[in-house]
C-alpha cells in the first residue's frame, strides 16, 4: 500500500493511486488547473478581433481614451454621435458589477477628436485578474489611441485635501506590485511592449502642465492639486494604520484602480494623463472625532456633485490634443 497522502491509504480503486495521478487520472477539476499566467488571458490576436469589432461597429479609430472613473460615467455623456457598445455584447469583454460603472463602450467626438470611453472599469476586488482588469487598454491601443485618461474617485490622504478637490497624478506607489501582481506578469509579448518597462516620467508632463493651466482658467486652482496615487486591493477601505503608512510613503490619494491601467498603458507606450476625484477625506488619526468612515454612496454622490467640472477639465484637455499633430507625423518627432 502507498504510504503517500495523495493516496489516502486506499489500494485497489482506479484513479486512485500516485501511479494514476501521474498519468492525470483520478485528479480533481481543480488540481487539473494549471494557473494561466497574466499576460496569456487575452493573446495579442484575441485584442485584435476586440479592436477590429469596435472599430468596425463604430467606423471611427478614436485617437484618445477615457477611462471613467465610480460616479464620473457623465464624462463619457457628453460624446457626440456617439455609438455606444454594452459590455455584454462585445465579445470577450468582461462585465461591470459595481454600482457607478455602467459598463458600456462609448465612442464618439468629444471637441472635434475622436474618443472612446469606458463607462464603467473593471477592479481587481471584483475577482478580475488585473490583466483582465486592463485589457480594454491594450484594445484601446489596437484601435489606434495613443492618449489615455484615467479618472477615478479617492480618498485624500494628504491633510490638505479637500472633498471635491482634484489631484493630477503625476506619480503612484503600486501596492499590488509590492505583492507581486502585476498585468504584465507572464510571457511578455513584444507586439505590446518591451519586458522591463520603465515607468519614471509615466505621466505626461506637459498634459500636467495644460491641465494645470485650465484649471487656472477655469477658477479652480486652489482645488486641484498634483499628487502621488496608490492603489489597493479593495473592496475594504483603508485602515487608519494602513493610511498611516501610505503617507508616510508620500501617498496623497489612496483609490483601487488606474495603477494596473498605467502601467499597461505606457507598456504600450501610450500618453498617460489621469486624475483623482477626491471623494472622501481620509482620517488619519484614531481619536479623530469627525465622522470619516468612506461608504461608496458618499463616493458616488461627490463626484456627482464634481461631474460638471471633471467634464469641463477633460474637453478642454481633449481640444488642445486635438489643436496637436497626431504623434508620428514628422511636427510631432520634433514636437513643433
Ligand atoms: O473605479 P474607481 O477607482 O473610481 O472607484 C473607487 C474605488 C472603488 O471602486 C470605489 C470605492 O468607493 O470607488
Do not use: W
Amino acid at each position: 500500500m502507498c504510504s503517500r497522502d495523495c493516496c489516502s491509504g486506499q489500494t485497489g480503486k482506479p484513479g486512485n493511486s500516485c501511479a494514476d495521478k501521474k498519468k492525470g487520472k483520478g485528479l480533481s477539476d481543480e488540481e487539473k488547473i494549471v494557473p494561466t499566467p497574466q499576460s496569456l488571458l487575452y493573446p495579442y490576436e484575441v485584442i485584435q478581433e476586440i479592436a477590429d469589432f469596435i472599430v468596425k461597429g463604430s467606423g471611427m479609430r478614436p485617437r484618445i481614451g477615457i477611462i471613467c472613473g465610480s460616479g464620473l460615467g457623465s464624462l463619457a455623456d457628453i460624446i457626440q454621435d456617439a455609438k455606444v457598445f454594452e459590455y455584454e455584447k462585445i465579445p470577450n469583454f468582461p462585465v461591470s458589477t459595481v454600482e457607478g460603472h455602467a459598463g458600456k463602450l462609448v465612442v464618439g467626438n468629444l471637441e472635434g477628436a475622436c474618443v472612446m470611453a469606458m463607462q464603467g472599469r473593471f477592479h481587481f476586488y471584483e475577482g478580475y485578474p488585473l490583466a483582465k482588469c486592463s485589457m480594454p487598454v491594450r484594445v484601446m491601443k489596437l484601435c489606434g489611441v495613443e492618449y489615455l485618461f484615467a479618472t477615478n474617485a479617492a480618498g485624500g490622504i494628504n491633510p490638505k485635501y479637500m472633498v471635491g478637490d482634484i489631484m493630477l497624478m503625476h506619480d503612484h506607489v503600486n501596492m499590488l506590485g509590492f505583492a507581486g501582481n502585476s498585468p504584465l506578469q507572464g510571457p511578455n509579448d513584444p507586439r505590446f511592449g518591451p519586458r522591463f518597462p520603465a515607468l519614471v516620467n509615466s505621466y505626461n508632463k506637459d498634459l500636467i502642465n495644460k491641465a494645470l493651466e485650465i484649471g487656472k482658467a477655469m477658477g479652480i486652482e486652489s482645488n486641484m492639486h498634483v499628487g502621488v496615487y496608490s492603489c489597493l486591493g479593495g473592496p475594504t477601505y483603508e485602515t487608519i494604520a494602513e493610511l498611516k503608512a501610505l503617507r508616510l510613503m508620500g501617498v496623497d490619494a489612496v483609490g483601487m484602480s488606474t495603477v494596473h491601467e498605467v502601467i499597461t498603458a505606457r507598456h504600450c507606450d501610450m500618453k498617460v494623463f489621469a486624475f483623482s476625484l477626491i471623494t472622501n477625506k481620509c482620517s488619519i488619526e484614531y481619536d479623530d472625532k469627525r465622522d470619516q468612515e468612506a461608504n461608496h454612496e458618499e463616493v458616488m454622490a461627490v463626484a456627482k456633485n464634481r461631474q460638471k467640472a471633471c467634464c469641463e477639465l477633460v474637453s478642454r484637455l481633449i481640444r488642445e490634443i486635438h489643436a496637436m499633430p497626431p504623434s508620428g507625423t514628422q511636427a510631432a518627432k520634433t514636437g513643433v
